[in-house]
Structures are given as structure tokens and as C-alpha cells.
Nanobody, 125 residues
């Protein structure tokens, strides 16, 4: 089970840190990803991280502003979002995929097995 939290209302230029806590599974062997979905739009990839945190990957809009990280001891993955823009407003979801400690990372929705419930991020102008 994945549970995302940390969303909220922030002004443009501000920052938020999202967290995704995992329970009930071997979190440390999971590749993790963040996606977002704005009203009327499809869910899109934001960032991904391998099980060891040795590899990360970002959507173009996230590069230089967002940072994905994880703490396997705490079964938690994070998304630090800086310099937020109104167009970042969306529901943010975390997702996980069992990798059995392979170094892969994934940016397609279809490649993830487990999803959190989402947390709303609203950026005001």
C-alpha cells in the first residue's frame, strides 16, 4: 500500500515536498515513480527513482526544479518541488514496481503495479 501526502496550496515560486509512504511490501526492492494529473488531462510522468536511488529520471518540465529521493529505511520516497508554477497544479500520485533489485527505472504508467491515492497540489499565481 502506498500513501502520498504533503500536497497543499502554495504561491508561485514556492516549494513543497511530497512524501509517499509504503507499507506491506518490500519497499527497498521497488522502483518508484511520481505522476500527476491535472483536471481534464491525462496522468503524466514526473520523476522516477531506482530501488537503490542510483538512478533518477525526470520529465523535461521537472528538470532543475524537482528532485526525487528515497529513504529505504523509512519506506518512503520524496518529491521536492521548487520554483512551483501554476501549471504544476495537479493531483500527484506515487507508484511502485517490484524490480527484485534490478537497476531499472520506469516512466510509463503501464509499467507500475501499485499506486497511491494522490495528493492535491495547487499553485496560485
Amino acid at each position: 500500500q502506498l500513501q502520498a501526502f504533503g500536497g497543499g496550496l502554495v504561491q508561485a515560486g514556492g516549494s513543497l515536498r511530497l512524501s509517499c509512504a509504503a507499507s506491506g511490501r518490500t519497499f527497498s526492492s521497488y522502483a518508484m515513480g511520481w505522476f500527476r494529473q491535472a483536471p481534464g488531462k491525462e496522468r503524466e510522468f514526473v520523476a522516477a527513482i531506482s530501488w537503490s536511488a542510483g538512478r533518477t529520471y525526470y520529465a523535461d518540465f521537472a528538470k532543475g526544479r524537482f528532485t526525487v529521493s528515497r529513504d529505504n529505511a523509512r519506506n518512503t520516497v520524496y518529491l521536492q518541488m521548487n520554483s512551483l508554477k501554476p501549471e504544476d497544479t495537479a493531483v500527484y500520485y506515487c507508484a511502485g514496481r517490484q524490480t527484485f533489485y534490478s537497476p531499472g527505472i520506469y516512466y510509463s504508467r503501464e509499467e507500475y503495479e501499485y499506486w497511491g491515492q494522490g495528493t492535491q497540489v495547487t499553485v496560485s499565481s
